[in-house]
């Protein structure tokens, strides 16, 4: 076993390197290599237990995609995701559950219920995969994020809860919306005491290589605590990455470079083998279907029927909630408008309720003023049929279908449990081959180009630089009061000529000591790293901008370093 799946991630690897030559999408041609691969006479099969995909794949998936996600934008874009990756979810089941009983005779509407759980969720690999190399906007981009890191918690429970109301078995909680509540608070509550604890143990190591361990050790124990104790592993694996990937700012640079090549490296490994696995299960999943009784012509139609309704309930669903979503952003955007009117004329709608409420209650404590910002603007039409037709299935979907029971509590025959695995691949194939090929000639030909979110980034970038210069100008000043000396004036001078804060052309003479100046630029990047995540945590600075700023900070601190142990 072990053997072939090394054999699979080296042939994967290998059609991914000559995809990225060749510009196409390597998650895609990967799948369609392996599909064609199954059909080869003597290929043995590649089966993983459920438990393997869940319990292994999936969490070091799900906890770099967080890690690497911005929680800021996460939260500006909440109520879309939660609408898309719960609610939804809930909708899709019963929707395509009915459409599944209709067309499939092997399944009772109950047993449809349980396909209409496995498909309902798009995976998260394989739309994080997809919509990075199509060039998804940022906005659309993080929405699509968003939702595929927590659909899989609602799917999940609600397919936990269907499989035991088929096998007559028992949920941990019988009644689902309180199973689904308990499971996610649970699994967020877990995520976060987990992934704050690695973060301390992480602080007092001191040590890259240790703290790079410890970050790989994170998901795997936040899913099985979580599922040990009945709750979603899925939302305590995401909830701990955004922890780590928040606090990461704070460690040193060593740490930061090596777990984001760690991590990069990791996510090359297991994308490719997962769509390489998705791929070579065809023709065993069709000659499972066809030995149970289930001939290919109604298997393809059945197929054909449940993935149009998946993907007719997700259109559906958008563009319903979009019209109630863009709505509310106009009642929103009024209100907003009143209050900057408001404040123009100097009279603070906050100050005037808190005059009034200290009125009536002088010994009311002071209210903290809420920390207003404008309405997050709601996506285009364009940007919703690109969302609308992002729903590729993938693994989990897989991996959920192959956990149904084979028997019932009663002994017998799980109701169409063949016919539930072979719908769920075909359906994961057919989103993977033509919503996945299609999808970056749809952004090609909507032109989906959004010259307010590039104002914005270009806004966030200069303020990244001006805070940068403010924190160095700052330092500087510090360092001439405390060093008053002919050399360290020339040493400050050479440095805020470097850093751009003067136009005078540079001279470095013979009075500059460049040991001396090693030690101040370090102190510069101290200072500027600080100042920026003040800022990110104040909530002026994007925290994709700031990422992005670190990085080269990092490189400029190791340079430093380098220097200090070769000299």
Known sequence: MFAHILIVIIAAIAISAFAERRNIQPAILVAMVGLAASFIPGVPRLELEPEIILGIVLPPMLFSAASDFSFTSFARRLGSIVNLGVFMVFAATAAVGVVAAGVVPELTLPAALVLAAVLAPPDAVTAI????????????????????????????????AAVAAVAGTHAFIDNLPIYFLYSSVVGVLLG?????????????????????????????????????????????????????????????????????????????????????????????????????????????????????????????????????????????????????????????????????????????PARRRPQLEPPQRPLSWKENVVLSWTGMRGVVTLAAAAGVPAVTA?????????????????????????????????????????????????????????????????????????????????????????????????????????????????????????????ARDARELDETVLRDVLEHMDLEQAFMDTRDRTV
């Open 129 to 160: 995969t997809i919509g990075r190399k199509a060039g998804l906007p940022t906005g659309l981009m993080t929405v699509l994020k968003g939702e595929s890191l927590i659909n899989d918690a609602a799917a999940l429970t609600i397919f936990a």
């Open 192 to 364: 976060l005491i987990i992934g704050n604890f690695a973060q301390f143990v992480r602080r007092r190591l001191g040590n890259p290589s240790l703290s790079t361990v410890v970050s790989v050790i994170v998901p795997f124990a936040a899913y099985l605590v979580a599922e040990e104790l009945h709750a979603s592993g899925v939302l305590a694996v995401v909830t701990a990455g955004f922890a780590i990937g928040h606090h990461a700012v704070e460690s040193g640079y060593e740490e930061r470079m090596q777990e984001r090549e760690f991590w990069r490296t990791a996510d090359t490994l297991l994308e490719t083998f997962v769509f390489a696995y998705i791929g070579l299960q065809l023709r065993f999943v069709i000659t499972d279907a066809e030995e149970a009784g289930i001939d290919l012509p109604t298997l393809l139609f059945a197929a054909t029927a449940v993935f149009l309704a998946t993907v007719a309930v997700r259109f559906i669903w958008v563009f319903g909630t979009a019209l109630v979503g863009r709505w509310r952003y106009r009642a929103t955007q009024r209100r907003w408008v009143e209050y900057k009117a408001a404040l123009a004329r100097g009279d603070d709608p906050f100050e005037r309720r808190g005059r009034t409420a200290r009125a009536d209650r002088p010994d009311a």
């Open 410 to 534: 009663t002994g017998l025959d799980f109701p169409g449990r063949e016919a539930i695995l072979a719908i769920a691949f075909l359906v994961t194939i057919a989103t993977l081959l033509i919503q996945g090929l299609s999808l970056p000639w749809l952004i090609k030909h909507l032109d989906l180009n959004d010259p307010r979110a590039e104002k914005y980034l270009a806004d966030q970038e200069d303020l990244a630089r001006k805070l940068a210069n403010e924190a160095t100008a700052q330092a500087l000043a510090e360092y001439r009061e405390a060093n008053d000396t002919p050399t360290a004036r020339r040493v400050a001078e050479v440095m805020a000529r470097r850093n751009k804060l003067t136009t005078e052309a540079e001279h470095t003479g013979r009075n500059f000591d460049q040991d001396e100046a090693f030690e101040l630029s370090k102190t510069l990047l101290a200072a500027k790293r600080k100042r920026l995540i003040a």
